[in-house]
């Protein structure tokens, strides 16, 4: 047995495989018959309860006629008038079958019949006492006949018997139904004519509809259909219209997706490509070659060369493929005088050169005349380097994508070139790190040197002394030898006092954890004509009642004192000036001599490991956050500024207020 839902399916898609304008005659015409036939039943039943409540109501009527006028013949038993009167009846009355008569015991008095009377009829209805009449359906070969007892003068004298006939109710019932179902074949062929004609109306539309929407399915986003009225689906095709443009619009939108999407991986390959050949322990020279190996197949370019700059713009570094025998020399001398070069460096965007410029040094290095593309290098606004790749004489291998990749890459390279300069700057800051930690290792071995020989030679040594006269005031008897051995040893006391608070306050002056930053440089500089032979000018600006962080006052102090200590060695001159100064939310500290100065770029290089006070006195300050910059030149001077940035709460502090702007040394 098929399931019910398989079932379904099969006579849903078997109705759903018509047409729409079979489907909506086949509802027109099912709703027409449906509704015919529904009057038609309607009206049969209700004239069939019409004309049965007519005839048993005549019948009645017919019964109690015949009673009336049978009374005086039955108590007379007028037998022969009886007859009559019971053929009169059915002859006067066409629905009238039988008639007879009955007295008070059942017995028959007269009938109607002409072939004898059927004995069991008279047991098939009786009115018992009290009912005006009683109606009992009979079936007989005519059909079913209403028999209508009524009684005879109360039931005293007997009772009348009729049957009346439904042979002409049928037969108008019948012909009732025959007429509405004409009417209802007739008004379901016209309704069937109108549908068609309402079915072609609302058809055409919708199949234009589907037809411009299966074109659509298969790419023809240009269909557009007249909406052919305003109802609904008028509204439906302008949907349509609007779907159809939406959809153009999407589809272009998509395509420029696409487009992009592809230029945009094309560029993710490209870079991708790029920084694998980059990757790896290799030097600028051969990271800069296995970049350009890789940057001509993808732009398709016949060949071409990378420039690295140095900080005056000339080549530092050149590399090139095979098809390059350009001289590094020609090459710079392209990058700064061909018009076109100038072009690229200033505009910092790929700059397509076709054909070269008669005076351009390239004009000469290949066997035939090529155009080039010239692509600057530039990092955080800055140029390091340019990209330079031939193409055909006129430059049509270069499209805008082609461009836009350039730079792409033109940016990587750069970013290339800046890590490794970077790379190559942290190495040797890693090794100047570590000769500062190792001079700081010594340095501090040679201060608990000199700590220790300072205990020795003098701490040591007086209480060696004060220890042998604490052994002589022992053998002491008199009073005033005693009171002068005591002196004596006072002195030595005061003398060991002094000698470890000079100590202590050389390694860490308490002034400047007590009291701040002005007052211990101030003190400080007072004590430098005794401990360095120089005079200095103090100057403090902007915090009188400011202390900075604990942090950044121990820099400051640190880096005056090497610079002091500096200009004490090197300067040859016994005069210099400190400026401190708040300015805003940074902190500037100048401290100048006019001593003999120096060449900085010689001082400050790496590779030589010279003056590493210079070097520990700028990690100092970018400890904190903050630069410093010597100026100098031989016989000029040298100025040493200090810039760190505070926080934006600064403590204040009551404990001391100082506004010096006189030479505190000179005080």
């Known amino acids: 047995m098929m399931p019910a839902a398989v079932l379904w399916r099969r006579i849903w898609g078997l109705i759903g495989g018509v047409s729409l304008r079979t489907k909506i005659m086949g509802i027109a015409l099912a709703m027409l018959a449906i509704l015919g036939l529904g009057i038609t039943l309607q009206v049969r039943q209700m004239m069939d309860e019409a004309l049965t409540w007519e005839l048993e109501q005549r019948g009645i009527s017919i019964a109690q006629t015949l009673a009336v006028q049978s009374t005086d013949l039955v108590l007379t038993n007028n ?96 012909d009732v139904t025959r007429r509405l179902l004409y009417t209802t074949a007739f008004v379901s062929l016209l309704g069937v004519l109108i ?158 050169v076709s054909p070269l410029p008669a005076g351009c040094p390239l004009a000469s290095s290949g066997a035939e005349p090529v155009s080039y593309i010239l692509t600057p290098l530039q990092v955080r606004g800055q140029l390091v380097g340019m990209l330079n790749l031939a193409c055909n004489s006129n430059g049509a291998c270069y499209c805008k994508e082609d461009l836009a990749l350039l730079e792409a890459v033109g940016r990587q390279i750069a970013i290339a070139i800046e890590n490794a300069r970077l790379w190559d700057e942290l190495q040797r800051k890693e090794e100047l790190r570590g000769e500062l930690l190792r001079k700081l290792i010594t340095a501090q071995e040679e201060e608990r040197k000199r700590i220790a020989r300072e205990l020795h030679d003098e701490a040591g040594q007086a209480l060696t002394s004060l220890l042998v006269n604490l052994k002589m005031l022992e053998r002491v008897s008199s009073p005033a030898e005693a009171s002068r051995r005591a002196s004596e040893m006072r002195e030595i006391v005061a003398h060991i006092l002094d000698e470890i608070r000079d100590l202590a306050v050389e390694l860490r002056p308490s002034v400047l954890d007590d009291l701040g930053l002005v007052p211990a440089l101030a003190r400080y500089v007072q004590e430098c004509p005794k401990r360095l032979g120089i005079e200095v000018d103090f100057t403090a600006v902007g915090l009188s009642q400011v202390r900075l962080p604990h942090e950044i006052e121990t820099t400051l102090y640190r880096i005056a004192q090497e610079a002091l200590t500096n200009i004490a060695r090197h300067a040859d001159t016994n005069r210099a000036s400190i400026l401190l100064e708040r300015r805003g939310d940074e902190v500037v500290m100048l401290i100048e001599d006019e001593g003999r100065g120096f060449d900085v770029d010689q001082a400050m290089d790496i590779s030589r490991h010279r003056h590493l006070g210079l070097f520990g006195m700028r990690e100092r300050a970018e400890l904190m956050g903050g630069r410093l910059v010597v100026e100098s030149a031989p016989g000029a001077g040298t100025i040493v500024s200090v810039v760190i940035p505070l926080a934006k709460e600064v403590s204040c502090s009551s404990q001391w207020q100082t506004t010096t702007s006189e030479p505190r040394a000179s005080a």
Request: proline share 5%; aromatic share 6%.
């Open 79 to 174: 037998l022969f008038s009886l007859y009559e009167l019971c053929k009169d009846t059915v002859r006067s009355h066409p629905d009238v079958r039988y008639a007879f008569l009955l007295d008070a015991s059942q017995h028959l008095l007269a009938h109607s019949f002409e072939g004898g009377f059927p004995s069991d009829l008279i047991g098939a209805n009786a009115v018992s006492a009290g009912e005006p009449y009683h109606i009992t359906p009979l079936l007989t070969e005519e059909g079913v006949l209403l028999d209508i007892a009524v009684p005879i003068f109360a039931g005293h004298a007997g009772q009348v018997r009729i049957g009346m006939s439904q042979a002409r109710l049928q037969q108008t019932l019948a």
């Open 195 to 352: 549908s068609s004609l309402l079915t072609w109306l609302l058809s055409r539309p919708i199949l234009a509809l589907s037809a411009a929407t299966r074109r659509v399915a298969h790419g023809d986003l240009q269909q557009h259909i007249i909406p052919w009225a305003k109802d609904e689906i008028g509204q439906l095709q302008a949907s349509f219209n609007e779907m159809v443009d939406r959809l153009a619009q999407s589809h272009h939108a998509m395509e420029e997706y696409n487009r992009n999407l592809l230029q945009r991986n094309r560029e993710l390959s490209a870079l991708f490509a790029v920084s694998r050949a980059m990757a790896g322990p290799l030097t600028l020279s051969e990271m800069l070659a296995r970049a350009l190996s890789q940057v001509l197949p993808i732009l398709h370019a016949r060949h071409g060369w990378i420039c690295v700059f140095h900080n005056d713009g000339s080549c530092e570094i050149c590399v090139g493929d095979g098809g390059v025998d350009t001289p590094r020399a020609q090459l710079n001398a392209c990058c700064h005088h061909c018009p076109a070069c100038e072009q690229a460096r200033k505009s910092y965007q790929p700059y397509v």
